[in-house]
């Protein structure tokens, strides 16, 4: 399934909104908003790439958490 651009857009800014809804996400957390906000760019700078090679988000997200539980 191919979505585009503006589709990945939101579905990003969707998932943003939850992290930053979900306050716990920032407590203890010495990261402020502003490196906060360069780290998710970078994250859908790789989720962008990944789609246009004709994976999945979904598979991406899948692979990201995967990465993320194993360091």
């Known amino acids: 399934m191919k979505i585009t651009k503006r589709q990945l857009r939101r ?10 809804k ?5 407590e203890g957390s010495m990261m402020d908003l502003d490196d906060h906000n360069r780290m998710v760019a970078q994250i859908d ?17 899948y692979a990201l958490k995967g990465i993320l539980e194993e360091i």
């Open 22 to 26: 979900e306050n716990e996400y920032f």
């Open 45 to 61: 700078r790789i989720i962008i790439n990944f789609t246009k090679m004709g994976y999945t988000r979904e598979d991406v997200m």
């Open 11 to 20: 579905i990003i800014k969707e998932e943003k909104a939850k992290l930053l």
